[in-house]
């Protein structure tokens, strides 16, 4: 297929007359005695009929006239990304996390509003993203949309964000039922991109139901997950009932019965060619590992904001009204800054301690919620990082609860046994997880057995946050890319992670930010 002069595909066929469905083409002669070359109009509705005819490598018109808008230009994965889900009005995104698939799904959202494809775009995503990734990746790129998130405690404050006219909405995927009728009766939103769509793989869920009432012909769906049927092949029926409902059954039963064998009374094990059927049903989808994303930088960091519970927030506060009130008219110093920043840092994190060495507890569900998320997003490995004690056996507890198997490393688990486990990690199926001690596994440790690392907060020096992303970032790392993700909920953990991220260490690094918190 060639290209000519930026507004034609010229194709070489022996039969020529089935491009007379195309309005814009026209059969340019005879090449052999055989085969004619014909040129169709390169447009958005022609390369989609070529591509339904079967034709291969149908360029999008993205390609020739889309000036990628916004501070980044493009890498090539995206720009065959954004290529791709132009091409398909429904479709998905398997590409690993850290790959960019949220900028590249703006783009191709953006062309299609540019050109009259579009008017409004619904984006569901979880909470911890809606203004670190997807909002941010809004200001990033397609700055000239307007853009709005629709996540408020009162319903008519929902109602009117949505009836607003924003073009793009960022929803979390959980207040869908609040709102799929205001958008039903709004009728304005035609399409619809599902982040982290393993959410939407049972349908009998209210969280399905809102989503697939959503969908009319008429409605473009993307749908992004790097784990499609992570846990079981029965998960790709809820996912294919929304994308792809003509290559699954109509019924759950009949899928599992296509996927599964009942091994015992209770237990269904997968046949040999499950992922197979999988892998036809949930289609059409593109995928890009990180490794095959050559122009990523070698570490992606992300950001995961979580609100902290009303206790800790209770809290916190007193705790920084405290600090106010000692701070008042006296020299504070670099013991008392890191004193008071610990403090604060330990509340955010889930448990403090007392000048008695005692904990007291703080209910940090949202937290751990969005830390399964994180695990829930990548198949490969993961290490969680946490300066607390305590808060590695909360969430070594919380992991273990939910069937992921975890590990931890702290200062009381002896050489051998840290040996022992290092070794497991790095050779075995298990533990998936390490929640460690930073000061317990900084320098000397090869985990690259994962590709992803976890800051449960911050750490206190910028050495330290290196060390611990230089567990998985060295030689042998199989992925060529790590994710790095911070988890925050306070002031002063943003301030302290930006801090760490820009690699900003000096002697007063505590003082200043213990004086801009409480400054604030």
Same mark, same amino acid.
């Given at each position: 297929m060639e290209i000519l002069d930026n507004k034609a595909l010229v194709l070489r066929t022996r039969n020529p007359d089935k491009f007379n469905l195309i309005p814009k083409s026209k059969v340019l002669g005879k090449v052999s005695p055989d085969v004619y070359e014909v040129a169709v109009h390169w447009g958005m509705d022609e390369s989609r009929v070529l591509k339904n005819l079967g034709v291969r490598g149908v360029p999008s018109p993205i390609l020739r006239s889309y000036t990628w808008p916004g501070k980044y230009m493009p890498f090539a994965h995206q720009r065959e990304m954004s290529a791709f889900l132009t091409m398909h009005k429904r479709a998905f995104n398997f590409s690993e996390p850290g790959t960019a698939k949220s900028m590249s799904a703006l783009w191709a959202a953006d062309y299609l509003m540019s050109i009259g494809e579009v008017r409004r775009c619904l984006i569901l995503c979880p909470l911890s993203i809606m203004h670190s990734v997807w909002m941010g990746d809004i200001g990033n790129s397609i700055i000239h949309r307007t853009a709005a998130v629709c996540h408020h405690s009162k319903a008519e404050r929902r109602r009117e964000i949505i009836n607003n006219g924003y073009e793009f909405i960022v929803s979390n995927y959980d207040d869908l039922p609040l709102v799929a009728e205001t958008i039903l009766r709004d009728g304005t939103f035609d399409l619809i991109i599902a982040d982290e769509a393993t959410h939407y793989k049972t349908v009998t869920t209210d969280r399905w139901k809102s989503l697939a009432k959503l969908i009319t012909p008429q409605t473009h769906l993307w749908m992004m997950t790097g784990t499609p049927a992570a846990q079981s092949p029965e998960d790709a029926f809820g996912l294919a009932k929304l994308v792809s409902p003509d290559l699954v059954p109509k019924f759950f039963t009949a899928w599992r019965d296509m996927v599964m064998y009942r091994a015992t009374r209770f237990k269904w094990l997968p046949k040999t060619d499950a992922y197979d059927q999988v892998h036809e049903a949930l289609q059409p989808a593109i995928r890009f590992t990180k490794k095959e994303c050559l122009d990523l930088p070698p570490v992606l960091t992300e950001t995961r904001e979580v609100a902290l519970t009303p %206790?800790?927030?209770?809290?916190?506060?007193?705790?920084?009204?405290?600090?106010v009130m000692e701070?008042?008219?006296?020299?504070?110093? @670099?013991? !008392?800054?890191?004193?008071?920043? !610990?403090?604060?840092? %330990?509340?955010?994190?889930?448990?403090?301690?007392?000048? !008695?060495?005692?904990?007291?507890?703080?209910?940090? +569900?949202?937290?751990? !919620? #969005?830390?399964?998320?994180?695990?829930?997003? +990548?198949?490969?490995? #993961?290490? #969680?990082?946490?300066?607390?004690?305590?808060?590695?056996?909360?969430?070594?507890?919380?992991? +273990?609860?939910?069937? #992921?198997? @975890? @590990?931890?490393?702290?200062?009381?688990?002896?050489?051998?046994?840290?040996?022992?486990?290092?070794?497991?990690?790095?050779?075995?199926?298990?533990?998936?997880v390490l929640v460690i001690q930073p000061q317990a596994a900084q320098h000397g440790v090869t985990l690259t057995a994962a590709d992803t690392v976890v800051l449960w907060g911050p750490v206190m020096s910028v050495e330290s946050y290196i060390q611990c992303i230089a567990r998985t970032d060295r030689a042998g790392q199989t992925s060529d890319k790590v994710t790095v993700i911070h988890i925050q909920s306070s002031d002063i953990e943003r301030r302290m992670f930006t801090r760490l991220a820009n690699r900003v260490q000096d002697h007063s690094m505590l003082l200043k930010i213990y004086e801009e918190t409480l400054a604030e």
């Open positions: %206790q800790q927030a209770k809290y916190y506060k007193l705790l920084k009204e405290r600090m701070a008042a008219g006296e020299t504070i110093t @670099a013991i !008392n800054a890191a004193s008071g920043v !610990n403090k604060l840092l %330990q509340i955010s994190a889930g448990a403090a301690y007392t000048d !008695n060495k005692e904990v007291v507890e703080f209910d940090c +569900t949202p937290r751990l !919620n #969005v830390l399964l998320e994180a695990l829930e997003e +990548t198949s490969r490995k #993961v290490l #969680v990082f946490a300066m607390y004690r305590h808060s590695i056996d909360t969430i070594t507890r919380f992991l +273990t609860k939910h069937g #992921v198997a @975890a @590990a931890q490393i702290t200062g009381d688990v002896s050489a051998g046994k840290r040996t022992e486990i290092f070794k497991a990690f790095q050779t075995t199926d298990s533990p998936r």
